[in-house]
């Protein structure tokens, strides 16, 4: 595989954390929210064997926040998602599928309730910020939409809640998932959600005060040696073998939220108003065609750059491959594709094929561990 | 410099034309609306040399298109513009800077009419689509907002009006600026603008028809050999020479299109509706503030990946440097500035500081050729 250089700029912004993950070792980016996002820091093999044993700090500053504001922010919020938010509560932490007129995905944020009044929504990769902007100006809603200065450093991994309690108290441990709450260090307060994109356990601190974020994650290493804490970032073996799906990735605006499995989080049945919400009525009572799958490929090798089709037996179309990797814990290939009916159930068998090489796919459940 | 390999994956797409460049040298990339868009094929000196004596053929596939159309298509284009439409004719290309409820750019696209309900926003880096879906729902708009599948090719440099002509016949150099047309090619048609992103002149093809425009591609590197074709991509140097602005590095969703010397396509006299026309009638009777300027730096060396603030000789703030790179022509560096009042003005001299150097910078016009 040949490598290229990722030209840096101001528009592929960097983040606080830039100048020291590139001492630390990080060796590849991505580009996410028009941000640089580590991608690797050496091997992937390694560096998700350490995360599951250990912990590790992450610049995922890329996880940009919309902040919305106003009196009629919950409206706004509420009409973007497909997910029922009437009962949700300050200090929590939603997974929420944001949905277009189509009743097709928009991003998968997860949506953080500071106030009744006011929002953060913790975005994957597009620009939900114009969306917003769109719809309040359309609405007439009266709502401050902008970007905040919100740098996310996630502490994941076994070893992140004694590493965590060694800087926070043990109050920290005492967080549930997917709640946040604030938290002193050196006297000046942070919002910290338990959460964070691995499966390893661990937490998000959404770093408002540039400053003290800086002095936190020198803490952290300072204070983590004895947990063997490195740096890390997220880890493409452990986030397809736990199923976490990825917008632009695994799903993007031509799929809708009952496709890719999201179903828990569409409450077609609730009295809120949402965007997409007849549509979806009408994709569910006909069923749909195709849903996200895992899938395992009879090889230990693949570098997934793009789309790859999978046919069946016969040459019929049978899905198509979106996310893959090596996972050493399944000792072959393992990838997230969109499989067509009638091909979806556990255990139907496509085709692969990759440089004039053919590899047979066996269709599973997500995740996979 | 430390150079980071780019991290492939599904989510930053790659175009139809990448295992073409990657065969014929690209060596870095950047991440444009979420796709590979090739920075450099080697030295960018020579690059920038080349392009301004012979012709390239570029992969501006990231250039992606937002088709509005339908009953209501013009009303909501021209919701989004703050330039005035109401004259605009089919065939025509149209820079416009969009505008949000603040009066702040959302980007700068050539927008293209193809008919009276049908419309190409030809995007710089930002999700445009997301903001019209937003608007169109709020507004109750009629009208399908899609990207549809165009892989833009652009053809640069002094010889391509000779190279174009030897494909598409003599029709083709009778293409005015920013017009376009549909010109034959074996047999498929394909929508070709006398534009580009740089000021050595030539055209951009709007590939529709990727099987044909692969044949294109492949036709302009054949029949190109005798005016010394070779593959590019918009290039840092001549960009800057030449004065065209880039969003995400030179302005953002912080500024305006008055400081940022768009006063020509911010039609405030008209009778169009456009988001934000209040907030720019107050702002340009109170004055801007700053203004993006060009600058000349007194040193032959920059990497910029971020802005970098520069001061007066008290040590007040004079500006923000967002763009810089060497410039063989004017043997120092040059850049774009947003400058602050009262230092807006030609010749005023700033300082910057580089690793721990001083560096003298002087604010000048733009385009500086």
Redesign the interface.
Known sequence: M?????????????SPYTSRI?KQG??????YN?MLLP??FGSLEESCKHLKKNVQIWDVAAERQVEIKGKDAAKLVQLMTCRDLSKSKIGRCYYCPLI??NGNL?NDPVILKLAEDRWWISIA????????????????YEVKIF?PNVNILAIQGPKSFDLMEKIFGKKIKELKFFGFDYFDFDGVKHLIARSGWSKQGGFEVYVENTKSGLDLYDQLFELGKEFDVKPGCPNLIERIESGLL????DFD?EDNPLECGFEKYVNLESDVTF?GKEKLILIKKNGVKRKLKGVQIDTNRI?????LKIKDDRGNFFGEL??ACYSPHFKKVIGIAMINEPYCEASKAGILEIEGNSFSVKVCDLPFI
Do not use: C
């Open positions: 040949k490598s290229f250089s990722i030209a840096k700029s101001r528009r592929v912004r960097s590139e990080v060796t590849s980016y991505t580009v028009h991608a690797a277009d007129d928009v990769d597009s620009d939900v910020i114009f969306f917003a902007k769109g719809l309040a100006s359309g609405n007439k970007e990825s917008y632009g990735n605006n965007l570098n997934l750059t793009k789309s979106r996310s």
